[in-house]
């Protein structure tokens, strides 16, 4: 009788166990979706604000025809792979490039530079970069607590049946790389500064810090 009441009282903890264990991963999971909502709000930002971006710059230098092209062809690319973090890290690094090219143009238009337009979608696409690399440092934390609570023992051993997989990070396969990239345009204060995009994900935690 003993081992009766032993064996049920085991496996009345065990159940709660696995039912405190499922919901705390539920949870988990639902952080990490959110987090990632939060940056498909930012990007989709960026997507909207680019086509005006470039048509400003047609405007003044229309025979750049292939920059152009190639900074529309990359959005286009990036919003579809929106829903996917590998796919879109990757869009995000053709669209960083093409951006490059795109906003190095105002150096050799002076009229350009110094249009009014330009300069406010040049900040708020600045902007833009910067909510955007918050939202990633917010997803990647996240997911590197829902990953490790899903590859700990004893979790590991029926996380999978119970469908909780690892999730991939934003950018890095490196859990303590968080520092997202940033974009930076430079200042539009001065007119003689140059404004050029820089990756540099140690001056960006360095800006958000300030």
């Known amino acids: 009788m003993t ?9 009345v903890l065990l159940v709660f166990f696995v039912i405190g264990t499922y ?19 930012e990007l989709r930002r960026r ?3 680019i086509p ?10 229309s025979h750049e025809h292939d920059t152009l092209e190639d900074v529309i062809k990359a959005r286009n690319s990036a919003i579809s792979n929106i829903s996917s973090p590998e796919a879109m890290a990757a869009s995000q690094n053709v669209l960083t490039g093409a951006l ?45 607590d829902f990953n ?11 996380a999978g049946s119970m469908g909780f997989h690892p999730q991939p990070y934003f950018g890095t396969d490196n859990a303590a790389a968080f520092e997202p990239v940033q974009v930076s345009f430079g200042s539009t204060q001065s007119q003689g500064s140059p404004q050029v995009l820089k990756l540099n994900p140690q001056k960006a935690e360095e800006h958000e810090n300030k």
């Open 148 to 158: 490790s609570a899903v590859e700990s023992f004893p979790n590991v051993l029926f």
């Open 23 to 41: 919901n705390n991963l539920v949870t988990m999971r639902q952080n990490v979706r959110e987090a990632w909502s939060a940056i498909e709000t």
């Open 47 to 49: 997507f909207d604000l």
């Open 100 to 144: 490059t090219k795109l906003m190095a143009l105002s150096e050799a238009y002076p009229q350009l530079k110094a249009n009014e337009n330009f300069n406010q979608l040049q900040n708020e696409l600045g902007d833009t970069e910067t909510r955007i690399s918050s939202a990633r440092r917010f997803y990647n934390a996240n997911v590197k």
């Open 52 to 61: 005006n971006l470039v048509e400003t710059v047609k405007g003044y230098a």
């Open 3 to 11: 081992a009766l009441i032993c064996s049920v009282i085991v496996f």
